[in-house]
């Protein structure tokens, strides 16, 4: 299965983007996914996790200004992300498949892995 972000691109400080991801297959299913970002030379970091149940995990920094959910009838996943800040630039991933905790701070808990979609926040 492939993951396939978009939605991406460039914005001005306080300003929103929605990030989408969707799988190849559209019958596939997991009980668990995430985004996540990287900036070149840091750690990958874990934005927000939404699971089956509904229950959702977010990272601190974008806890009230970053929303996930998931369109079950097309099994797509979203990220609302407002009041954007330079320090959210970064490449974002999307990720599923996990075996174990669903919560941004497992990242390894994830199997698949999508490209990447770049978010470039300017002052």
């Known amino acids: 299965v492939q993951l396939m972000e978009s939605g991406g691109g460039s914005v001005q400080a306080g300003g929103s983007l929605r990030l989408s991801c969707a799988p190849s297959?559209?019958?596939?299913?997991?009980?668990?996914m995430g985004w996540f970002r990287q900036v070149p030379e840091k750690e990958r970091e874990g934005v927000a996790t939404?699971?089956?149940?509904?229950?959702?995990t977010y990272a601190d920094s974008v806890k009230g200004r970053f929303t996930i959910s998931l369109d079950n009838t097309k099994n797509t996943l979203h990220l609302q992300m407002n009041s954007l800040q330079p320090e959210d630039t970064a490449m974002y991933y999307c990720?599923?498949?996990?075996?174990?905790?669903?919560?941004?701070?497992?990242?390894?808990?994830?199997?698949?892995w999508g490209q990447g979609t770049q978010v470039t926040v300017s002052k």
């Open positions: 990720a599923s498949d996990v075996v174990g905790d669903c919560a941004v701070e497992h990242g390894e808990n994830f199997g698949y």
């Open positions: 297959d559209v019958t596939y299913r997991s009980y668990c």
């Open positions: 939404i699971a089956e149940s509904g229950i959702t």
